[in-house]
């Protein structure tokens, strides 16, 4: 039955390739570093759910609030000038390999007064099925274990205020769940991986005049997922989620009344340990098995504090734990936006890199939005991934029947 839990996990590292980088194979940098990407459980909680972001190479720390903003920096909520909203994406995944993956993100927010907000998400991973084997009985014929339906799923909610005019701070808590052994024959061997989770968020926005318009400059910061490790054999063995630390900047600049330019760019770092590695970065079998077992015995607070500087290569390879991406949005009266962006992860440490396009309209009611991810890097089976999102504002269905409500949309 051990080979068909190794088998169950490989298969499921395979689903989430391109969101985590738990199955790639040795590569080498001109300094000598080996290819050693960080590893976490639940990889689907770091995948950019929305066509907004999406569409801007995955940037939301900093951009203008909006009704995803529970996954970049729910702390944007208190800063939006709409009453609250919801929103529904959809992302079918990894298209270039399989057809029964996608993502569905369900998310809002609501302002019971003109400085606080509260916001809620349900996040579902499924991952597709998967039919298991194991070992050939006498006549060469496998054994037939069954379909696993593994999934991922994750619900949140959040609450921030503003602290002065331009500042706002957030925080969110999260139940997280994962079963990738749903359906297997033999499921009551494993288990089922929980966690709480929590985001502790900053946002800054202020308009600034450029030409006798009103620009805007945005800020902002979050640490998300700080959560107990969990495990999938009975605590047999535990694995870290994905803790993540984003810092961003935005910069909307507004070329009239009708219309504007914004950049936004953010750095983002997995805030777990680097793994120990090979036996050939060590000098002895003694100094190897303390790594080793320093790693696995590291706590989840822990884990944060050692992500700091515990990269075997030193201060060059923890500089490469750190993925950078870049985002545009042109704006036509606030009504029609066009987009684009860049992500790039160091190729010892995952080698994600793709450029995005989206577009997205908005009425009075809803907003529409589609993104679409074009890799850069071979065998990245994040290529040609969409996005949509469907949104509604609650301003402008209260409008819509008449009714008064004293924060208006921009």
């Known amino acids: 039955m051990k080979k068909n839990k190794i088998k169950a996990i490989s298969l499921a590292a395979l689903l989430t390739a391109g969101i985590t980088t738990v199955s790639a194979v040795n590569v ?220 961003g900047g935005s910069f909307e600049y507004a070329f009239d009344e009708f219309n504007r330019l914004g950049l936004a760019v953010d750095f983002n770092k997995l805030l777990v340990p680097t793994p120990y590695g090979s036996r050939d970065n060590y000098a002895s079998d003694q100094e190897y098995n303390d790594a080793k077992e320093r790693y696995e015995e590291c706590s989840s607070i822990g884990g944060i504090f050692r992500s700091i500087g515990d990269a075997p290569g030193g201060f060059k390879e923890e500089m490469k734990e750190f993925n950078f991406s870049v985002g545009l949005q042109y704006s036509y009266n606030r009504k029609f936006m066009v987009r684009g962006g860049y992500y790039n992860e160091s190729a010892d440490k995952g080698n994600r890199k793709y450029f995005s396009v989206g577009a997205g309209f908005h009425l009075m009611i809803f907003e529409l939005n589609a993104a679409y991810l074009i890799s850069i890097a071979q065998t990245n089976p994040l290529d040609r991934t969409l996005r949509f999102s469907l949104g509604f504002d609650l301003g402008g269905i209260k409008s819509l029947f008449g009714s008064a409500d004293p924060v208006e949309e921009e």
Do not use: C
Request: no cysteine; hydrophobic share 35%; net charge negative.
């Open 28 to 247: 080498q940098d001109d300094g000598g570093a080996t290819y050693n990407p960080l590893q976490t459980a639940i990889p689907s909680l770091s995948i950019a759910p929305d066509a907004v972001g999406g569409g801007m190479g995955d940037v939301g720390a900093a951009t203008a609030p909006d009704y995803n903003s529970q996954h970049w920096n729910p702390a944007k909520y208190a800063l939006s000038q709409s009453r609250g909203g919801v929103a529904l994406s959809y992302t079918p995944w990894l298209r270039k390999i399989v057809d029964d993956i996608d993502l569905v993100y369900l998310a809002g927010y609501y302002k019971p007064s003109d400085r606080t907000a509260i916001g809620a998400s349900f996040r579902y991973f499924n991952m597709g099925k998967i039919n298991l084997t194991g070992t050939p009985d006498a006549t060469g014929v496998p054994q037939d274990l069954g379909v696993a339906q593994p999934y991922e799923m994750a619900f949140d909610a959040s609450f921030s205020m503003l602290m002065s005019e331009y500042w706002s701070a957030g925080v969110a808590l999260r139940f997280i769940y994962s079963d990738l052994f749903n359906g297997m024959s033999d499921e009551d061997q494993y288990s089922k991986a929980k966690a709480f989770g929590a985001d502790i968020a900053f946002a800054y926005r202020k308009p600034v005049q450029i030409n006798e318009q009103e620009s805007t400059v945005g800020f902002g910061v979050s640490i998300t997922n700080i959560g107990n490790k969990v495990s999938y054999d009975n605590d047999a063995s535990q694995q870290f989620i994905p803790t993540n630390f984003r810092i």
